[in-house]
Nanobody, 121 residues
Framework: VQLQASGGGAVQAGDSLRLSCAAS????????MGWFRQAPGKEREFVAT???????TYYADSVKGRFTISRDNANTVYLQMNRLKPEDTAVYYC????????????????WGQGTLVTVSS
């Protein structure tokens, strides 16, 4: 199973970025998807998750109202990040969960390689 994340980069505070994560079709259709992030020296933390159907989403309080998770009908999940802040700087990982949407890393079966987002003030 392969998850390929992309879209990271270096931006300034207040800017926007959209991350993408492509999965194999079989994985994508049977798994909820999530985004996590890990800042230097910190543990990996939950950002957002979306159900298999795309009908249900859930966000960390720190990104609620600024980030939007979505998925298309093919094999890609997105994370639209608006009004970025320096504290959003991290490596962002996409992940797939067979058991449904979750905010816990332990519930995710597959992980992508991560894409770096750097937000300067």
């Amino acid at each position: 199973v392969q998850l390929q994340a992309s879209g990271g980069g270096a931006v300034q505070a207040g800017d926007s970025l959209r991350l993408s994560c492509a999965a194999s079709r079989r994985t994508f259709s049977t798994h909820a998807m999530g985004w996590f992030r890990q800042a230097p020296g910190k543990e990996r933390e939950f950002v957002a998750t979306i159900s298999r159907s795309g009908g249900f989403t859930y966000y960390a309080d720190s990104v609620k109202g600024r980030f939007t998770i979505s998925r298309d009908n093919a094999n890609t999940v997105y994370l639209q990040m608006n009004r970025l802040k320096p504290e959003d700087t991290a490596v962002y990982y996409c992940a797939a969960a067979s058991g449904g949407r979750s905010g816990y890393t332990r519930d995710y079966d597959y992980w992508g390689q991560g894409t770096l987002v750097t937000v300067s003030s």
